[in-house]
């Protein structure tokens, strides 16, 4: 009765997260206490305010490799590296949420729930938005932060969820076209739930298998383990479907083009970009320290997975009329690529986080630009809205080619570079076939790239093309981030493949 | 492994396989039949389920607020217990993270008290 174990904490490790969580809760605070007007200003600046502090944290942690509070969080490289990821695209996209010139009271309304198209649902179409997103995006990016970081199966659940039910409720929240926005918010809830289900069931079969939830506890049960392998095999499929489904592999990909179609452009931006980032930190940490002694069981069924995702992405996208489920496709079609990296195991953990850098500034980038173009029903998000874009907005249509380019992977470009890397490292790691589907995948994948190129500058203008609307600071800064990142690590990549070098594999013991 | 430790088991299945049977069975005979407005509801909670006209319409959400009040307590509670059961085991640490977990749950309280969610009308 008295000799429990305290187990020893290492706040320094935990510091990024607390800070971004008690940010999130001091921003509560503010929603309950400070006046109206106020609130908007001081929830940006504790918000920015935050995520740089943590960020410092992280950076100050950069060498740390420790696992810690029994085994619940284990920092490392590639998992700082991840955290420091998610927080730098979180702030990136932190300009679009906050951004309030382009919509008058933001892009967000005030109640989620207000059915579509009731009268409560039209006033507030007028009245300024909730300033709640803030704390609901801290919250969010904290989990995701949490969830490269677990150590075991358990703190990954809870962190899966502290990211998922932010991020649910945000789809909800669009200022324009209310009814597929909550449609979005409720598929995504539904699907996602049920993919959290699958997770927990997978849980509950490894620790019949291993008895343990400890991340490095499974990968020694994987060799001493006297259970049936059959509790290992059903365990790891439900694990991966639960993960998968975030990651938005085929074919746990229904949801993707549906959610990033409704969801509000800022918000699809942070999920395209950090919810990416932090899926494939989940997937790569789980399979490299946990099941990378029983590789061979998996690596033929995720191999498929990986084909079927860049395969079916890709040719969809080809046939998408709308630019957000264009990008939602493509972002299909990315998820294969970086899961090519997973297959690859250690050989690849490096240039996998390279690609979700480089991928997440490009669709930052590119979601950003499609909030601009509007007209009197908000944005114009069909393709066909966009011909002849080219003749009127000269620069926003020579930006947009150049983040279309930088996806179809041409040189000089991110895009280029991070599919480049990541391939060669998965050729290495003998997965010649996967690279060779990709490569192929990739031509496919830039055609609706190159359409939408063709159709801003060589298409003649319709008859109502809508305008491009003039931001503030913070879209412009968003953008600018977008279109510099993809130049630079497309020019000058050596920088960063150094940093991710260093990360070094995962902590597995 | 003898097969036999599993009879209990096999036992209280067929038990509540036979029981479940046995009264949707014999409810229908022996049951008093009075019928009225309620034996129409999906469930007597005290919500009339609204006639929802065709597109959907406004209804109230009170009770799922409260439902949701009533789980931010409930986990509170949930972690409360084992808590004091250990509490001197735990001594100062213990009490400190309680704190912590405390504040956090009241933070969300004070954001519903704040915002007007505790207000029934």
């Known amino acids: 009765m008295n000799d429990i174990q305290l187990p020893a904490i290492d706040y320094a490790a935990l510091l990024p997260m607390l800070i971004v969580f008690g940010a999130a809760c001091v921003g509560i605070l503010v929603e309950a206490f400070a006046p109206r007007g106020w609130r908007f200003v001081i929830q940006v600046s504790l918000t920015i305010g935050g995520l740089v502090a943590g960020l410092v944290a992280i950076i100050v942690n950069r060498d740390l490799e420790i696992t810690t509070i029994g085994g619940a969080v284990t920092v490392d490289g590639p998992g700082l590296f991840l955290q420091g990821a998610i927080i730098i695209l979180g702030i990136v996209s932190l300009g679009l949420i906050a951004e309030r010139r382009l919509e008058r009271g933001g892009p967000f309304v005030a109640e989620a729930a207000h059915a579509a198209n009731s009268d409560g649902d039209k006033r507030q179409e007028r009245e300024p938005g909730a300033t709640e997103v803030f704390p609901l995006t801290l919250f969010a990016i904290a989990g995701m932060m949490l969830f490269c970081v677990s150590g075991d199966l358990l703190t990954m659940f809870v962190a899966l969820e502290v990211f998922s039910l932010p991020l649910y409720l945000l789809c909800g929240l669009a200022r324009r076209r209310r009814l597929i926005s909550q449609e979005a918010a409720l598929k995504y809830f539904l699907l996602g739930a049920f993919a959290s289900a699958f997770f927990l069931y997978g849980v509950a079969l490894l620790y019949g298998y291993a008895g343990t939830v400890s991340l490095t506890g499974i990968r020694e049960g994987v060799l001493q383990s006297e259970q049936s392998g059959i509790l290992l095999a059903a365990g790891l499929a439900l694990l991966a479907i639960g993960l998968l489904f975030k990651a938005a592999a085929v074919p746990f990909h229904v949801w993707t083009p549906d959610v990033y179609q409704g969801a509000p452009t800022p918000v699809t931006a942070l999920m395209a970009a950090c919810t990416k980032a932090a899926a494939f930190g989940g997937l790569l940490r789980v399979f490299n320290v946990a099941f990378e002694t029983t590789a061979w069981d998996w690596q033929p069924v995720l191999a498929t997975v990986a084909i079927l995702t860049m395969v079916v992405g890709s040719i969809l996208a080809v046939a998408q009329t709308d630019i957000k489920r264009l990008l939602a496709y493509s972002s299909v079609a990315n998820a294969g690529y970086l899961l090519v990296g997973v297959v690859s195991l250690n050989g690849a953990v490096g240039s996998s986080l390279f690609y979700l850098i480089a991928y997440g500034f490009s669709v930052l980038g590119a979601f950003a630009m499609v909030t601009l173009v509007r007209d009197s029903e908000g944005e114009a998000t069909h393709l066909s809205r966009w011909a002849g874009l080219g003749k009127g907005s000269p620069l926003f249509s020579a930006l947009f080619t150049f983040l279309m380019l930088g996806f179809a992977g041409i040189p000089l470009t991110s895009g280029f570079t991070s599919k480049f890397a990541l391939f060669s490292s998965a050729w290495d790691s003998d997965q010649s076939v996967l690279v060779i589907v990709g490569v192929l995948s990739s031509v496919v994948l830039a055609f609706p790239y190159l359409k939408v190129v063709v159709l801003l500058w060589l298409n003649p203008p319709g008859e109502e093309t809508p305008t491009v609307s003039v931001p503030s600071m913070l879209t412009r800064a968003v953008i600018f981030a977008g279109v510099a990142v993809t130049f630079v690590l497309g020019v000058a990549p050596s920088f960063l493949l150094d940093i991710v070098a260093d990360a070094g594999p995962f902590l597995a013991k | ?121």
């Open chain 2, 1 to 121: 492994m003898s097969l036999s430790q599993w009879v209990p088991l096999v036992v209280l299945f067929t038990l509540a396989t036979l029981f479940a049977l046995f009264s949707v069975t014999i409810a229908p005979y022996i049951g008093p039949r009075r019928y009225n407005k309620a034996k129409l509801e999906a469930y007597e909670c005290g919500i009339e389920p609204t006639p929802t006209p065709p597109g959907g319409s406004r209804f109230p959400v009170k009770f799922y607020l409260t439902a949701m009040l009533f789980i931010i307590f409930d986990i509170e509670i949930v972690f409360l217990y084992p808590w004091a059961v250990a509490f001197d085991s735990l001594g100062m640490f213990g009490f400190v993270e309680m704190l912590l977990f405390i504040v956090t749950v009241f933070v969300a309280y004070t954001y519903v008290w704040r915002r007007g969610g505790l207000d029934w009308d």
